[in-house]
């Protein structure tokens, strides 16, 4: 029974890998945004993402959040959100590249890379509490897990 969920759990890692690859270009984009178009860009943009959803609710508890986060970015949280997602985008196209094209070491590099993002990240979520990043370390834990089951099946094939 445990042999048939073996393709659906190779194809899900594989689709998260694909996923963490193109959030990486996004990370990348949206830190070269970031960066040319300043804290301006997030102030207008924001509030442009959550019109119809303001128009019909104007109390929308996630879309006046997220506007009242955007208006108040210091300077060093701006500099901070450009590197780090420049750096954090750039390291997850590469892990992605690697772990897609089955190199024997992105999955011992990946899983360091993702630790150390991870850790880093419950720091962070120590002083923010921020729900979103929550999510996102939880997400990159499944991750972590199910790369080693597929470098446990990779490491018995070769």
Known sequence: MQSRFKPFFHKLFKLTIFAKGVDGVIDVLTSLLLL????????????FLFRKELIEDPKDLLGNYLIKITENISFDTHLFLVTYLAVHGLIKVGVSIGLYSNNPRAYQIAEVVLITFTGYQLYRL?????FTLLLFTLVDILIIISM?????????QN
């Open 36 to 47: 040319f178009y300043g804290k301006n860009a997030l102030t207008k943009f924001v509030p």
């Open 126 to 130: 120590s002083h923010t509490h921020s």
């Open 148 to 156: 080693r089951f597929e470098a446990k099946k990779f490491n018995k």
